[in-house]
């Protein structure tokens, strides 16, 4: 099956340091793929899609230049918080879409936990 | 507006069958997904239904209603393991998933 990897799992940073997360499809090509953030005992918040080659699409109330997106090859998209606050702590999770049998599919990586002190 | 509901909380026997539901309005429609969390994990795909009837997988089953805007995610020989969070969304005409809140499913013994 389709596998994505992400990479750290947990970060514990000081305020003010930046962070960078990796999100890689292991055994697909993915043009697109997916940020999202999730407090505790909520939902999904899709914070930004990332298509390979060009600038990401980001959701109202996103900020571009703290989060920045990159998605440089088919199998690798980073997401950088820059000068990480201790509001930006969360669980940041990603995804990269297949298609298969004529379906669009996010299959997610492990996710990121972020601590800023 | 966009707009998915599904019941916050489920609680089963183990052993038994359980259904959550889920109904949802869309702009376009094309396709309605069903993924499984547990606390403290990323979530993992369970199911897509792009038409109407019933997909089975397994213990587990996915309905879809396009009609009536109404899938159902159904659970059968319910193990602890199943406890979890289970997400439904649906894929609007920009093939954006708009996200339920997920129904968390207790099991008891």
Known sequence: ?117 | GQNIDQPTEMTATEGAIVQINCTYQTSGFNGLFWYQQHAGEAPTFLSYNVLDGLEEKGRFSSFLSRSKGYSYLLLKELQMKDSASYLCAAMDSNYQLIWGAGTKLIIKP
């Open chain 1, 1 to 117: 099956g389709a596998v994505v990897s992400q990479h750290p799992s947990r970060v514990i940073c000081k305020s003010g340091t930046s962070v960078k997360i990796e999100c890689r499809s292991l055994d697909f090509q993915a043009t697109t793929m997916f940020w999202y953030r999730q407090f505790p005992k909520q939902s999904l918040m899709l914070m930004a899609t990332s298509n390979e080659g060009s600038k990401a699409t980001y959701e109202q109330g996103v900020e571009k230049d703290k989060f920045l997106i990159n998605h440089a090859s088919l199998t690798l998209s980073t997401l950088t918080v820059t000068s990480a606050h201790p509001e930006d702590s969360s669980f940041y999770i990603c995804s990269a879409q297949e298609t298969s049998g004529g379906a669009d599919i996010q299959y997610f990586g492990a996710g990121t936990r972020l601590s800023v002190l």
